[in-house]
């Protein structure tokens, strides 16, 4: 089971961009999804989250310019950034907690690996 994450690049301040995540896998049902953020030297923080029945949370750092989103058939979890800052600029990474069914049912933690966002000023 893994996670992609896409969608990073650079923009300029005020601009957006969109992050998507997949997931892939034997995969029974995927329950929280979400996306955090960190930069060099600081701790990994939460940006937004997503329960499996569409509730939504967010740092308040982002309120009203970030929007988690999913689509449970595409095991695809989304990030939309507007009004995109230069302290936003960061590595980003989804997280999931995804149960999978082997001799068992199975709920795993999972980490993608980071695209970086970086915002000119």
Request: charged share 20%.
């Amino acid at each position: 089971v893994q996670l992609q994450a896409s969608g990073g690049g650079l923009v300029q301040a005020g601009g957006s961009l969109r992050l998507s995540c997949a997931a892939s896998g034997r995969i029974f049902s995927i329950d929280d999804m979400g996306w955090y953020r960190q930069g060099p030297g600081k701790q990994r923080e939460a940006v937004a989250s997503i329960t499996g029945g569409g509730s939504t949370d967010y740092a308040d750092s982002v309120k009203g310019r970030f929007t988690i989103s999913r689509d449970n058939a595409k095991k695809t979890v989304y990030l939309q950034m507007n009004s995109l800052k230069p302290e936003d600029a960061d590595v980003y990474y989804c997280n999931a907690d995804i149960v999978v069914l082997g001799a068992t049912f199975e709920l795993l933690n999972v980490w993608g690996q980071g695209t970086q966002v970086t915002v000119s000023s």
